[in-house]
């Protein structure tokens, strides 16, 4: 099983940019689908990105498209998430997971078995 740690959290103001890391640990990494979720305070967790399996497939939610870009770095076991233009309604604690998933279910939270702890990020005008 894969075990990942999040990192790059922060504050930044509105119109800024943030990078979120996710390092991953297990010998099933290359296998696994990888994701980014959010949950805001009094809000249920939603879909940001992910990645499929092999990172060819990237899945995008409306509200972050054009916005935010997930990536893969195999030879360090790391997925990214660059965030820019970030707006108010982006602050949450963003949480990586992996897992096995494909096409529409990679926007799925119960496709993916491994998650992390949550780095959060502000959003300040």
């Known amino acids: 099983q894969v075990q990942v740690i999040e990192s790059g959290g922060g504050l930044v103001q509105a119109g800024g940019s943030l990078k979120l890391s996710c390092a991953a640990s297990?010998?099933?990494?290359?296998?696994?689908?990888m994701g980014w979720f959010r949950q805001a305070p009094g809000k249920e967790r939603e879909f940001v990105a992910s990645l499929n399996w092999n990172g060819l497939s990237a899945y995008y939610a409306d509200s972050v498209k054009g916005r935010f870009t997930i990536s893969k770095e195999y030879g360090k076991n790391t997925i990214y998430l660059q965030m820019n233009n970030l707006k108010l309604d982006d602050t949450a604690a963003y949480y990586c997971?992996?897992?096995?998933?494909?096409?529409?279910?990679?926007?799925?939270?119960?496709?993916?078995?491994?998650w992390g702890q949550g780095t959060q990020v502000t959003v300040v005008s």
């Open positions: 297990g010998r099933t990494f290359s296998s696994n689908a």
């Open positions: 997971a992996a897992g096995y998933c494909s096409g529409k279910t990679c926007s799925d939270a119960a496709f993916f078995g491994s």
